[in-house]
């Protein structure tokens, strides 16, 4: 990483360290806020996060290997997550995963070539009345069907 | 910024505070309870679990350990509790109502056994293969439960790689059982914080910052986790398949030194209660399983203080007389490897306060393959170099690259305390019953103060000894009762001791004439001194010195990695707790007392090394080339 892209991102933490203190229960907001500007939180950014709130690395990383939604490796520029519980799957949640996969030509888990999007399963995301359901980055779709899906991901800049 | 949040460790992994108030005599301080419908009463906050060793009645445990804050995570502990719909962890229940308890009723049992079959079905290794066989937690819960199939299945595959990258440590997560104790000893204990539990559910497995190799994490290798791991999924890099075959090459010269805390302890892996030391008949073992020369480390421990002594005072008269600001006070001990790798990560700015002087096992290094191989007449590419230490990260300290002054790398191999009862117990030796020998020459036996070094406190007793003798001409004894220094004794985490020095001094010793003319300077001086065992605490004493506060004005710091010193090494025998360090402890006091040597400028063979060998005399050139050492800046940055 260069020293100014360093530099920029301790500035970016040391602000939000500012916004909501520097105890230990500020860790998830501001792993929260590094997810949300950059995708995910860098070895560097975690180790500056662990600095500024005199905690250890391993620590801020145990918390984002707990967490779903925090990541520790460079994701797409979109996140797909479709439901992978009960009621989602007995409403169709199968089909719908195909035609995801076959579209986007990756499998679960994985990130296209583009860097466009990272594909993954979510637990149940609150919408059982309505699955199939899925998540794009912070937007829920649900009552999926195979056709809707991919043209969900088409209109995807 | 400041940082408010000063209960660093997780609040879940704190115990539960319990207001009580400060003695049980006082009204409320007890509290009347059941256990098994026999009547008892325990100090109010007392846990379920010791509550019942109190009452002499055996609860199982495995996440606990006395040395570690409360986690109360493996279950295994469980009881009944009148009252409460499920079952509790004693271990994690402070008891402050009047309830009744029942340990063994069929639900207990039950769980009991259903928690152990479950950390069996996710526990892969073979017990005949693994070095804790007949010395595992698990292994006895099984036993003791009575486990005679696998309830829930058993994994098949390994699921995850050895991590051997380490010279000190290896990690075998296959066999672990999520107990956490690492977990706790390295962040709250040590307070380096190199382990984690990562992930979540049937995922979640200890590991290291972004699954990196231990090796190439802030890890100091102290190898205190491995000392409280239950189970075999930590232990230590073991050198004693190479030594092994050093001893059968008949080409090969191979000499051991043995350090104190191993001989303190050992006993113990063979069946005899803490606090028995066994110098002498380990002497006899090791030359039976067949080492050429067995040598005793305190004689360079002896050399540590004369080598370190004269360094401080050459400081302090820089300081003092010469004005020399550069000069870096308070200066530190070097000789736990731990700790200097503690100080290379967190405290970078400070090497320049560690003493350059190497730490007694690499100084024996050193001269073994100079002085000995020369006095011996044997070609030191032939000799092979074995240090017995309480301590896994003596194995680093011998692979650090710069450790190669006599032209080899100066110590082959570290070897633990543990490691070594093995290759005795393999040689068909029953160490107890060996008779008593010495130690071989040129080196002979050394001084009670190089064999002290083994406790937290005794490196500076010993520098005490010499200093006082040296610089005020008195002895000891006419100080300090029997030459004991009882205030830098005992297991208090941050000890401070003041020595007023008077205006009374005595000659410059022959030893050291050429450096100070005399000791007039230090007229009315105060020597402030202080010790810290366990980085946990080295880091109180680092914070306050960056602070500006009262250990800055020290004049020499003593510091050990592991909680009690070296007796209480990670290579010592498991287990390890607060009752066995001071026995071993109360060992190594009373052979020093027994011993008629008890000061380091007084070993005879000090004294000729200087006259024949290092003739400069101590901090000299060959001193500098053989016995001093340089330190690295790492930081803390994880790359
Ligand atoms: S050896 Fe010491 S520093 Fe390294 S992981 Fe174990 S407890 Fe932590
Ligand atoms: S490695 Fe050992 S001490 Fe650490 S959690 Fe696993 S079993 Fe417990
Ligand atoms: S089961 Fe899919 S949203 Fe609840
Ligand atoms: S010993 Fe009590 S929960 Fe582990």
Redesign the interface.
Same mark, same amino acid.
Request: proline residues 4%.
């Given at each position: 990483m260069l020293v100014v892209e360093k530099n920029s991102l301790t500035a970016e933490i040391e602000a939000m360290?500012e916004k909501y203190?520097?105890?230990? #229960?500020s860790l998830l907001p501001i792993l929260q806020d590094v997810q949300r500007n950059h995708k995910f939180v860098s070895?560097f950014a975690?180790?500056e996060v662990a600095?500024?709130?005199?905690?250890?690395?391993?620590?801020v990383?145990?918390v984002i290997?707990?967490y779903s939604f925090l990541h #520790?490796k460079p994701m797409g520029r979109n996140i797909v997550r479709l439901c992978q519980t009960i009621t989602c799957d007995m409403m169709g949640k199968v089909n719908v995963a195909k035609a995801i996969e076959r579209e986007l030509g990756i499998s679960f888990g994985e990130t296209t070539k583009d860097n466009k999007f990272t594909l993954e399963y979510a637990n149940c995301l609150g919408m059982c009345d309505q699955g199939p359901a899925m998540l794009v980055n912070d937007k829920i779709y649900p009552r999926l069907t195979p056709e809707k899906a991919v043209e969900i991901l088409n209109e995807i800049g | 910024m400041e940082n408010k949040d000063t209960q660093r460790a997780p609040v879940s992994q704190k115990p539960h505070s319990v207001d009580k108030p400060a003695d049980t005599t006082t009204i409320g301080g007890t509290i009347s309870i059941e256990i098994n419908n026999e009547k008892h009463t325990v100090p109010l906050g007392t846990t379920i679990l010791d509550a019942c060793k109190m009452t002499g009645i055996h609860v199982p445990t495995l996440c606990h350990h006395d040395d570690l804050c409360i986690a109360g995570v493996c279950r295994v502990c469980m009881v009944e509790v009148e009252g409460m719909r499920t079952l509790q962890a004693s271990c994690a229940f402070p008891i402050t109502s009047p309830i009744k308890i029942h340990t063994s009723t069929p639900m207990v049992r039950k769980a009991r056994r259903h928690v152990i079959d479950l950390m069996l079905s996710e526990h892969h290794g073979e017990c005949y293969s693994c070095v804790r066989n007949n010395n595992c937690e698990l292994q006895s819960l099984a036993n003791e439960y009575g486990v005679d199939k696998y309830t829930f299945g058993h994994v098949e595959k390994s699921r995850f790689e050895i991590d051997n990258s380490s010279f000190s440590v290896i990690r075998d997560m296959d066999k672990c059982v999520l107990c956490k104790r690492c977990v706790r000893t390295c962040i709250d204990l040590q307070e380096v914080g190199v382990l984690e539990s990562v992930d979540r559910g049937d995922k979640t497995h200890i590991s290291t910052f972004m699954e990196k190799d231990l090796a190439d994490v802030i890890c100091i290798n102290c190898g205190q986790c491995i000392n409280r791991c239950p189970t075999g999924a930590l232990h230590a890099n073991d050198p004693s398949d190479d030594i092994w075959n050093a001893i059968d090459d008949p080409k090969k010269h191979v000499v051991i030194q043995t350090a104190p805390s191993p001989r303190a302890a050992i006993g113990e892996e063979f069946g005899l209660e803490a606090g028995h030391s066994m110098t002498q008949e380990l002497n006899t073992a090791l030359r039976r399983i067949g080492f050429n020369a067995v040598f005793d480390t305190n004689f360079t421990a002896d050399l540590t203080i004369i080598e370190e002594g004269t360094e401080l005072i050459i400081r302090l008269f820089k300081a003092l007389v010469e004005k020399d600001e550069t000069v870096a006070l308070p200066q530190f001990t070097s000789c736990s490897p731990g700790w200097v790798k503690y100080l290379e990560h967190y405290y970078p700015e400070y090497v320049d306060n560690l003493s350059s002087a190497k730490s007694p096992q690499q100084m024996f290094g050193a001269l073994i393959k100079t002085f000995y191989a020369e006095k011996a007449g044997i070609d030191p590419k032939d000799m092979i170099s074995v240090a017995v230490m309480p301590c896994s990260a003596k194995k680093f300290e011998c692979n650090r690259p710069e450790m190669a002054d006599s032209g080899y790398q100066d110590v082959d191999y570290g070897l633990t305390t543990r490691e070594l009862a093995k290759m005795i117990k393999e040689a068909g030796i029953n160490l107890p019953e060996m008779p008593k020998t010495h130690f071989d020459n040129p080196f002979g036996d050394a001084s009670g103060a190089g064999l002290i070094f083994g406790a937290t406190g005794g490196v500076m007793e010993a520098a005490i000894r010499t200093i006082v003798e040296f610089v005020l001409g008195k002895k000891a004894e006419d100080v300090f009762e029997k030459a004991n220094v009882i205030p830098v004794r005992g297991f208090e985490g941050v000890k401070y001791y003041e020595i007023p020095l008077g205006d009374q001094f005595g000659p410059v010793p022959a030893l050291i004439q050429h450096l100070v003319p005399n000791w007039d300077w230090l007229a009315g001086a105060t020597l402030k001194v202080a010790v810290a065992h366990g980085t946990a605490n080295a880091k109180k004493i680092m914070e306050d010195i960056k602070a500006g506060g009262k250990f800055s004005e020290c004049h020499f710091i003593e510091f050990m990695a592991c909680p009690g010193g070296c007796l209480g090494g990670g290579g010592q025998p498991i287990p390890t707790n607060e009752e066995i360090r001071k026995k071993r402890a109360q060992a190594i006091y009373a052979e020093d007392e027994s011993l008629e040597l008890r000061k380091s400028h007084d070993n005879p063979h000090v004294v000729k090394l200087y006259e024949e060998y290092l003739t400069e005399g101590p901090c000299g050139h060959l001193s500098h080339k053989l016995l001093h050492t340089h330190y690295t800046k790492r930081g803390k940055y994880i790359a």
């Open positions: 360290v203190g520097n105890s230990r #229960s070895e975690q180790q600095r500024l709130l005199d905690i250890h690395p391993v620590e990383y145990s290997s707990f #520790s | -």
